[in-house]
């Protein structure tokens, strides 16, 4: 039972009688997750949530990924998110496993398979320097079924170049502007287009930038109505939200 479509299925069986209601009830409580001593799969994540559950591999081995992602494939799941992991934890994971490495946002796509993309998401940089972050935003966007514009090094250091693109922004239905330095890139952005906007504030800059902070606190002070920020370098919580945003009940598909 690892998404909604399988729980639809399940109960239109009992309806039809074809199985029972003790057996869909053993086949719920069994569903929920799995315990690997070392992490706990969340299998309802995708039921609840509309995606499947994301790894973080920062901080985990290459066997425990693997014992991760491997379980996960085996219950079916595709597209399975690994973020912030090496090219050498990325090749040891991908003797095991099917894996599609990103090696500039240093993401990985486990069970890469075929993705429905709709809507349109544009990601925005101010400098070529916050493209890991923007590229983790935009994949992270790509394999949850979004459409995605990226738009790279257009910061208010060349406001020429951000313009030539107003087509673009226009016609995006969320867009993420990951930038560093001051910061700016958000609040320019949000003055223009009509759709939410998510600010990445980027630990790119020299020393007075704190890492990312003097951006963070810019984006958090903007003026520009409708911007909304996430933590330093957080890309995949941008394109996570920007893929909620742009799949919103009742948005017509493209």
Known sequence: ???????????????????????????????????????????????????????????????????????????GCRNVLVTRIGQETADLVGRTVPLEYHPV??????????????????????????????EEAALTAEVMGNKVTRLYDVGVAGLHRLLANLDVLMSARCIVAAAGMEGALASVIGGLADCPVIAVPTSVGYGASFGGLSALLSMLNSCASGCSVVNIDNGFGAGFLASRINQMEGLEEE
Not at 43 to 67: C, L, N
């Open 1 to 75: 039972m690892d998404n909604k479509h399988d729980i639809l299925t399940l109960l239109k069986k009992v309806a039809d009688r074809d199985v029972s209601p003790e057996e869909a009830l053993l086949e719920l409580k069994e569903a929920p997750f799995e315990d690997l001593d070392y992490a706990k799969i969340d299998f309802h994540r995708s039921v609840r949530q509309g995606a499947a559950e994301v790894i973080y591999g920062a901080g985990k081995t290459p066997e425990q990924i693997t014992g991760i992602v491997s379980a996960m494939g085996e219950r």
């Open 105 to 134: 946002p240093r993401l990985a796509v486990a069970f890469p398979g075929e993705q429905t993309r709709r809507g349109n998401i544009v990601v925005a940089t101010g400098g070529t320097s916050d493209m890991p972050v923007a």
